[in-house]
């Protein structure tokens, strides 16, 4: 009998209480993690076995060419309809997301901010805010939001959808945090913006991050997701091309070259 099963047989013993209680998850189980995902739209078969995990608080850069499958493997994390997971596990913070709808995921803390940013036509800012708070599992109030976003202050009686691009970023980015927000899934948060409002939201993300907010952002502009990110996934035709940490990313000119052209 070898010294590791002798060893497991003598701690168990003690600990035989505590060993009833289910556990759904190893203790030493990261916050985020991807598990081998598979999913499709109908027949198209295109998260093809990612895997990837993330600690808490961490920022990751999910990157690779158009159309590698970074929004599909966003929306499988949360949970939409389309693609659909057909294998695969997802647990955030110890709840099992890949046994969720989209609503469910959404009370157990994932909030994904896509790239149209869907900001509520006829409601002004505040009333977007408040809307998000209505869902069960409520984040930041008000205040504290706009102390973190004073344009959306200044602009909180404006409608929400004639706010400048980068203040509609903000906007859906501070609604995530309206509501109970574990992850946050940002699709190309930088999209058509200023470098200057570029440096806005970064700063934001980064104050965000020191609060304890795990993020995964997804981003064609690789330097800047890559020079925020703690650590970096590249993907490629819906696999896991590379992993490590976002440094690795920037370091490696072949690998730059190869899977994001920069
Ligand atoms: N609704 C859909 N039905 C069928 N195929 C889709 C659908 N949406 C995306 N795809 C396909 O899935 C693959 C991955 O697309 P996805 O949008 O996830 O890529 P991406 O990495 O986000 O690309 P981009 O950088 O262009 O946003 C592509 O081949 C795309 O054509
Ligand atoms: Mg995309």
């Known amino acids: 009998m070898s010294a590791v099963t002798m060893d497991a047989k003598s701690v168990s013993a003690p600990f035989s209480a505590a060993a009833s209680i289910e556990r759904t998850v190893p203790l030493e189980a990261p916050f985020f993690a991807v598990k081998d ?13 990612v895997s990837f995990d993330i600690r808490h608080g961490e920022i ?5 060419r158009n159309g590698a499958g970074k929004t ?15 294998k695969g596990e997802i647990w955030l913070d110890g709840q099992p997301l890949h046994k969720m709808k989209s609503f469910e995921a959404a009370r157990a803390g994932v909030q994904l901010v896509p790239e149209d940013r869907r900001i509520i036509q006829g409601l002004t800012v505040e009333e977007n805010l408040t809307l998000a708070q209505v869902a069960p599992g409520r ?4 205040d504290r939001i706009y102390a973190h976003f004073p344009r959306l202050a200044e602009r ?21 945090l309206a509501r109970d927000l ?12 200023a470098p200057v409002i570029v440096q806005e939201i970064e700063k934001i993300l980064t104050e965000i991050k020191t609060l304890g907010i795990t993020t995964i952002i997804v981003e064609q502009n690789a330097v800047a997701a890559l020079q925020l990110a703690d650590r970096a996934v590249i993907l490629d035709t819906g696999e ?4 490590g940490t976002a440094q690795d990313v920037l370091d490696n000119p072949d690998l730059r070259q190869e899977y994001l052209a920069i």
């Open 240 to 243: 896991v091309a590379f992993t």
């Open 72 to 86: 599909s493997t966003l929306r499988a994390i949360a949970r939409l309809d389309n693609p659909s997971l057909h």
């Open 182 to 193: 574990k992850l946050l899934l940002l699709d190309e948060p930088y999209e058509g913006l």
């Open 139 to 142: 984040g930041w109030e008000l």
């Open 156 to 176: 909180r009686r404006q409608e929400g959808v004639t706010l400048s691009g980068g203040e509609q970023q903000m906007l859906s980015i501070a609604r995530a």
């Open 37 to 49: 995902v598979h999913a499709y739209y109908g027949e198209s078969y295109i998260v093809q076995g």
């Open 60 to 64: 990751l850069a999910l990157l690779g």
